[in-house]
């Protein structure tokens, strides 16, 4: 799904995606069984923070939605 991703975050977002429990990404179920779905929201997670200006944006007023655009 994603052929440009790093292969160190591979694991770690994949890990993520099926802990359960872990209440960030979708739906618990979604996340074990690996959907697309909550794969892709894993991966927006895991690389929004590390690759963007997502937490700047909110510390300088931002709300989510247009922090996130």
């Given at each position: 799904m994603f052929p440009g991703r790093p292969p160190?975050?591979?694991q770690t977002i994949a890990e993520h995606t099926a802990r359960r429990g872990s209440?960030?990404?979708g739906r618990a179920?979604?996340?074990e069984r690996l959907e697309e779905e909550a794969l892709t929201l894993a991966v927006v997670a895991h690389i929004r923070p590390r690759f963007g200006n997502y937490d700047e944006l909110l510390k300088s007023g931002y709300d989510c939605s247009e922090a996130r655009a």
């Open positions: 160190k975050g591979a209440g960030r990404v179920s979604a996340g």
